[in-house]
């Protein structure tokens, strides 16, 4: 049974850091990018963070570049999404997923725009207090 288990959010203030986990079994993790996704109150989910460890390419949104940084650790089948300098805007369920990666292991940057997604965790709820 494939799964992606999301764990560490939770209630922050603002200015302070978290760092989400996401464990994944069930598939081959080294033949999968990994993306982190959000979706705040009312609004439609939107991309993260994007990263393929077969060739490094990593991707950002404007809104968290700079403060967010992806990373895997493939021995442990765990993709990683260190937050910090949190803001209120922040506020929204997180959600990694998984997209099969092409030649020599690329991700393209559609992945922020969900596009190829395999597999969904089911989200966890990071609340950033002002």
């Known amino acids: 049974e494939v799964q992606l288990v999301e764990s560490g959010g939770g209630l922050v203030q603002a200015g302070g850091s978290l760092r989400l986990s996401c464990v994944a079994s069930?598939?081959?993790?080294?033949?999968?990018?990994i993306g982190w996704f959000r979706q705040a109150p009312g609004k439609e989910r939107e991309g993260v963070s994007c990263?393929?460890?077969?060739?490094?390419?990593?991707y950002y949104a404007e809104s968290v570049k700079g403060r967010f940084t992806i990373a895997t650790d493939n021995a442990k089948n765990t993709a990683y999404l260190q937050m910090n300098s949190l803001k209120p805007e922040d506020t929204a369920v997180y959600y990694c997923?998984?997209?099969?990666?092409?030649?020599?292991?690329?991700?393209?940057?559609?992945?922020?725009?969900?596009?190829?997604?395999?597999?969904w965790g089911k989200g966890i709820l990071v609340t950033v207090s002002s």
């Open positions: 990263f393929s460890s077969g060739d490094g390419s990593i």
């Open positions: 069930g598939f081959t993790f080294d033949d999968y990018a």
């Open positions: 997923a998984a997209i099969p990666t092409g030649l020599y292991g690329h991700v393209s940057s559609a992945c922020l725009d969900e596009l190829g997604m395999d597999y």
